[in-house]
């Protein structure tokens, strides 16, 4: 059975930059896209983007674009996922997800438990 | 706004039946697949549907998926109520290069 795990709740000020983690078991790393999805409070999902550990390649959502690195760690099976220059807006629930390999049919199986990351002064 | 627009909200009786409806485009479900997940109150979402109307083999039947044209619709059947939950679909969108999500419908068992 895949599972995801992802570090723990995260409180930054203004400006500050947040790396969360997604550590994945029960597969094999490289064999699929590792997708993160933002979730506003009481609000619905956005995708941030995706990375293929693979080859470490990342594709980024336009809202996110230049403020978001995806990267992966092979070694460890570990995705990442760090977002900068922190403000109010960027407080939410991060989820990681894995999916296939087929940029146009994703499918989002499963997900990882989420990281509340709290932006406050 | 979301690129896919889904109903805020929908209700039925337990044991009825509830329809969800996601409505697009052409560069988005007219020409690529469609995905539902569940997302019960402060856990993380759940694929119930892949493919436009493949379900993953732990949900069961009572869950079907289907698509026409730039709509797609989940149908839940036998409702229970520990079906309440808030429900999205997505898909990729070929002009915008990225996944998206319909703004989300929550279901009320009555």
């Known amino acids: 059975e895949v599972q995801l795990v992802q570090s723990g709740a995260e409180v930054k000020k203004p400006g500050a930059t947040v790396k969360i983690s997604c550590k994945v078991s029960g597969s094999t790393f490289s064999d699929h896209y590792i997708h993160w999805v933002q979730q506003a409070p009481g609000k619905g999902l956005e995708w941030v983007g995706l990375i293929d550990p693979e080859d470490g390649e990342g594709r980024y959502a336009e809202k996110f674009q230049g403020r978001v690195t995806l990267s992966a760690d092979t070694s460890i099976h570990t995705a990442y996922m760090e977002l900068t220059s922190l403000t109010s807006e960027d407080t939410a629930v991060y989820y990681c997800a894995t999916a296939n390999d087929i940029l146009t049919d994703p499918w989002f199986d499963p997900w990882g438990q989420g990281t509340l990351v709290t932006v406050s002064s | 706004q979301s690129v896919l627009t889904q109903p805020p909200s929908v209700s039925a009786a337990p044991g009825q039946k509830v329809t969800i409806s996601c409505s697009g485009g052409s560069s988005n479900i007219g020409n690529n697949y469609v995905s539902w997940y569940q997302q019960l109150p402060g856990t993380a979402p759940k694929l119930l549907i892949y493919d436009n109307n493949k379900r993953p083999s732990r949900i069961p039947d009572r869950f079907s998926g289907s698509k026409s044209g730039t709509s797609a619709t989940l149908g839940i059947t036998g409702l229970q109520t520990g079906d309440e939950a808030d429900y999205y679909c997505?898909?990729?969108?070929?002009?915008?290069?990225?996944?998206?999500f319909g703004g989300g419908t929550k279901l009320t068992v009555l």
């Open positions: 997505g898909t990729w969108d070929s002009s915008l290069s990225a996944v998206i």
